[in-house]
């Protein structure tokens, strides 16, 4: 099993980045996949999830409006579309997968099976 997250760069504020998240040995479309991220000196935080079924998903109050999950069974690929950066998303970003028949908050680490290398994302003002 294989999360492979890319895209990550440097960036202005108010920039737009698309983060990737390619899957292997897993199917996207029966698990939920997850975005958190881990600021340096900071604890990793929940960013984003969509549900297994791809009809649901859910936001970090700080990233809600300006962050987009979403996916592409075709390519097994799960996508995080950020919009209006700002200096406080710099962070590595990491993506999660788990499978469809566990129900939980999705908000924490553990309640993930499998976790992707991470991608920089530098916002600088």
């Known amino acids: 099993v294989q999360l492979q997250a890319s895209g990550g760069g440097l960036v202005q504020v108010g920039d737009s980045l698309r983060l990737s998240c390619a899957a292997s040995?897993?199917?996207?479309?029966?698990?939920?996949v997850g975005w958190f991220r881990q600021a340096p000196g900071k604890e990793r935080e929940f960013v984003a999830v969509l549900s297994w079924s791809g009809t649901s998903s859910y936001y970090a109050d700080s990233v809600k409006g300006r962050f987009t999950i979403s996916r592409d069974n075709a390519k097994n690929t799960v996508y995080l579309q950020m919009h209006s950066l700002k200096p406080e998303d710099t962070a590595v970003y990491y993506c999660a997968a788990t499978p469809e028949y566990y129900s939980g908050t999705y908000e924490y680490g553990y309640e993930y099976n499998y976790w992707g290398q991470g991608t920089q994302v530098t916002v600088s003002s």
């Open positions: 040995g897993v199917t996207v479309s029966s698990h939920a």
